[in-house]
């Protein structure tokens, strides 16, 4: 669940699992830094994605231009800097989370809201989906997830062998059987249904852009950006409950609190035009909980509505110098 950014084959065509290994070490080591410590090195990602005008800065900067125009100049920057900062640090929690043992990491969590709501839908023998936004830290999430019942876990593979055998190896979970991790391909895509279909669990980041023709576009915070209709058509022809979860920070600490809620029951109407609009609507509620938390550093406006006239946004970052 996620987009990872991975070194390129070349570092490894022949053995791509080694290099994952040599990844995976570089990761551990990092991941092992006690916590202040750990909280200052994504602070200064941070401070160093301002200074050098990265990708992660000039994402953010236009992502939040358009979905919240209404905010002054200072305030956007303000949102802005706390953005980088959350996002420094959930990468340093997400080193620590896949390299320390799941039952250590799980301890990190405090409480559970809505947990009566993911226990009844287990109970129930229909199906679970679980749609997981871009938020808080959505890979302790995978974890609290299969600590509590299989699941199916539909991901983006990347392009490289080696991110694929690295993502692989961060993700499994300690016991095999837990975890089934999906590509998200079209002939995999029945494994879901099937899964479903015999009253299993099911795990979506549902806020990555599909590929063009494969979703509908719906507003998001005020913007037209194509949605993933494959949610609304697992809901609407299966039946299977359809919940939202994430794993949100509690202030600057790494602690985290688990909450599920009802997603809209139009996620599963028989119209997807209805259904990506309402799964939309969700989704920015659980990110205006905490705007810092929700991942901005996505090119979520890439493809534009055909016939607009509208142009991909983020098109012009390398032709311009460094935002200052």
């Given amino acids: 669940m996620g987009e990872f950014k991975h070194a390129p084959d070349k570092l490894d065509p022949v053995n791509p ?117 871009h938020f808080g830290n959505w890979e302790l999430l995978n974890q609290w997830l299969a600590a509590q019942t299989p699941l199916a876990i539909l991901y983006k593979p990347p392009e490289s062998a080696i991110g694929e055998a690295f993502l692989r190896r961060v993700r499994a979970d300690e016991a095999p059987d837990r975890i089934t991790q999906v590509r998200a391909e079209g002939t995999a895509i029945r494994a879901l249904f099937k899964t479903l279909a015999a009253g299993g669990v099911v795990g979506i980041l549902p806020d990555q852009q599909p590929k063009a023709g494969d979703g509908e576009f719906a507003p998001f915070f005020g913007v037209q950006a194509l949605t993933m209709t494959l949610l609304n058509r697992l809901a609407q022809r299966t039946g299977a409950t359809v919940l939202h979860a994430w794993c949100q920070r509690s202030a600057d600490t790494p602690r985290f609190r688990v909450c599920i809620e009802r997603a809209d029951p139009e996620i599963a109407s028989d119209d997807a035009q209805t259904g990506v609009v309402a799964l939309n609507r969700d989704i920015e509620r659980i990110a205006r909980r905490d705007l810092a938390q929700y991942q901005w550093t996505y090119k979520r406006y890439t493809l534009r509505p055909p016939g607009s006239g509208e142009v991909n946004p983020y098109a012009d970052f390398e032709k311009h110098s460094r935002p200052r």
């Fill in 17 to 133: 699992d080694r290099t994952a290994n040599l990844l995976y070490a570089l990761a551990s080591g990092l991941g092992h830094l006690p916590w202040p410590v750990s909280n200052r090195f994504g602070d200064g990602l941070a401070r160093l994605q301002r200074w050098s005008g990265g990708r992660e800065l000039r994402v953010t900067r236009r992502n939040l231009e358009l979905a919240m125009p209404e905010l002054d100049a200072g305030a956007r920057t303000e949102l802005e800097r706390a953005v980088l900062r959350s996002t420094g640090r959930q990468m340093m929690e997400t080193l620590h989370l896949w390299t320390h043992p799941h039952a250590d990491n799980l301890a990190l969590i405090d409480g559970e809201d809505g947990r009566e709501l993911f226990d009844a839908a287990l109970r129930s023998g229909r199906g679970l989906i679980v749609s997981a936004p």
